[in-house]
């Protein structure tokens, strides 16, 4: 199955669509595959963010806590395997459903975030954007004795923390017009900027392949690419822990941790023989 994966992967051509499974080695929990277990609580919706301010203040202490979290993560072997791909020329684009940046950290170029990024924050207000990092300063200073520890982050950042320990939390506003600023991610009940969709599908549209990687497909935001692919006759293959909503349109699946196909996948057409995990040979 390794070899095959080469294969398809090697004729080029290739649009990669990532999701949260992807990142599950970098120390960040995906949302229904093996690690989302490690989360509680259900996610932050658009409409609870903007219509109550008791639960945005709740939703800023805890990610202000859980973006360290994310920021400190580091590209695992499969985000660097992607990149190398890339570097290969074999790529037609990257499609991420993820918000952590890691592609790009591991050197990722064409790089299409599809719910944005967390290292960037927007006023709902002005439409002006900061760095979460100038963001994490303004919160610190604004709450010196903040002290709580997360017992789990999610992939949106949104960390788990006892009730008693947000007491007291106090959140900033736009520095241009006291708006209300939230990260520059698609929340839950929010819907991916047009023209982000229409940029996805011209890709699909282009590709040869489309290689799912880390996801269980489950919310329309990425299966849509995986049905436009198939209604185009487009081959789609799936690497993902776990059964996935598009295994039916699939010509190739593999249940199996990505940092060990990917890097083996890139051994293969580099000629060098890489070790293939454990039952996916």
């Known amino acids: 199955m390794i070899e095959r994966l080469a294969e398809l992967v090697g004729q080029g051509g290739v649009l990669v669509l990532s999701g949260a499974g992807l990142s599950t080695e970098s120390g960040i929990p995906d949302y229904r595959g093996p690690t989302g277990g490690m989360r509680r609580g259900t996610p932050m919706t658009y409409q609870t963010f903007v219509g109550d301010p008791l639960a945005r203040r709740r939703y800023w202490a805890r990610s202000h806590l859980g973006w360290q979290m994310i920021a400190r993560a580091q590209p695992n ?50 439409g002006q954007l900061s760095s979460r990092e100038q963001l994490a300063e303004r919160l610190r200073r604004a709450n010196p004795h903040f002290a709580a520890r997360v017992a789990a982050v999610n992939p949106d950042g949104d960390a788990d923390l006892d009730e008693e320990e947000l007491a007291g939390f106090r959140t900033v506003d736009c520095l241009g ?105």
Do not use: W
């Not at 039916?248 to 293939?276: C, E, F, H, M, N």
């Open 77 to 126: 072997a499969g985000h660097r395997a992607v990149a190398e791909l890339e570097r290969h020329g074999l790529l037609a684009g990257i499609l991420t459903q993820n918000v952590d940046g890691l592609h790009q950290a591991a050197g990722a170029r064409s790089v299409v975030e599809l719910h944005g990024n967390l290292a960037r924050v927007v006023c709902l207000g002005c």
């Open 177 to 281: 017009c006291g708006g209300i600023v939230k990260p520059d991610v698609v929340f839950f009940g929010e819907m991916v900027p047009r023209e982000r969709v229409q940029r996805s599908f011209a890709l699909v549209e282009r590709s040869r392949l489309v290689l799912v990687l880390g996801s269980s497909l489950t919310v329309m935001s990425g299966r849509r690419f995986v049905l436009r692919a198939a209604k185009l006759g487009i081959p789609v293959v799936i690497v993902n822990q776990g059964p996935t909503r598009g295994d039916q349109y699939a010509t190739l699946t593999i249940d199996a941790p990505l940092g060990s196909v990917l890097p083996a996948v890139v051994g293969l057409l580099d000629g060098r023989k890489q070790p293939l995990p454990v039952g996916a040979g």
